[in-house]
């Protein structure tokens, strides 16, 4: 079945550095969706990112992602975090021909000042 | 504007005692909704979907089932809780058919059983 890797559970930064939280996908389609959703407490978890597009950026609220389906990978960035970046990350991947939606183990992101 | 509800937010229940727990959306008409399951320290797993009134898909058995009475309505229970059943639950729909991959999570409930 697809499956999905966050290697990082938890990740500690300093506000006005670069974050990278990766995210690689195992699947045997070719048209899988990939999405980044972002869980902050007690609150719903929400779309941040979604790409389809191979080797195409895609950004939203500061954050950027490029799917790459040679590496299978969806990392997402932000070029200088903020406090409020602080939050439960979601990368996860949608199988068009099961309809199932795949989470990875997430990844906290907690910048500190 | 599309809302999403559910119920309880929370919830402390005996193992052996029934559950139910319940969603409704609200402003979208036919939505496909789903119920996701995040025990503890864990990820996020899909339990069931549904495309239409009473049709409901198993996505992974955990002694829990799932009922759509009405097209705005997804309900998750179980006769007889287990320890195991403790965790974060989450409503969500998406769109039927066009932009269907998106889907939008309610507040979810947290159900701890002792």
């Known amino acids: 079945g697809d499956s999905v890797t966050q290697k990082e559970g938890l990740v500690t930064l300093t506000e006005g550095l670069p974050v990278m939280l990766n995210c690689t996908y195992q699947?045997?389609?070719?048209?899988?969706?990939l999405f980044w959703y972002v869980h902050y407490l007690n609150e719903s978890p929400r779309l941040l990112l979604k790409s389809s597009t191979d080797n195409k950026r895609t950004e939203h609220q500061g954050f950027h992602a490029t799917l790459h389906k040679s590496s299978s990978s969806f990392h997402l960035q932000k070029s200088s975090a903020q406090l409020s970046d602080s939050a439960l990350y979601y990368c996860?991947?949608?199988?068009?021909?099961?309809?199932?939606?795949?989470f990875g183990d997430g990844t906290v992101l907690t910048v500190k000042p | 504007a599309q809302t999403i509800h559910q119920w309880p937010v929370a919830e402390i229940k005996a193992v052996g005692s029934p559950l139910s727990l319940g969603c409704t959306i609200k402003?979208?008409?036919?939505?496909?909704l789903y119920w996701y399951w995040q025990a503890t320290g864990g990820t996020l797993q899909q339990l069931f979907y549904?495309?239409?009134?009473?049709?409901v898909e198993s996505v992974v058995q955990l002694n829990l089932s799932a009922s759509r009475p009405k097209d705005d309505q997804f309900i998750l229970s179980t006769e007889k809780l287990l320890l195991s059943h403790s965790g974060f639950y989450l409503c969500?729909?998406?769109?039927?058919?066009?932009?269907?991959?998106?889907?939008?999570f309610g507040p979810g409930t947290r159900l701890l059983v002792l």
């Open positions: 549904s495309i239409t009134v009473g049709q």
């Open positions: 996860a991947l949608y199988n068009t021909n099961t309809g199932k939606l795949t």
């Open positions: 969500a729909w998406s769109l039927y058919r066009e932009d269907q991959d998106t889907q939008y």
């Open positions: 402003g979208k008409s036919s939505p496909n």
């Open positions: 699947t045997i389609y070719s048209n899988a969706f």
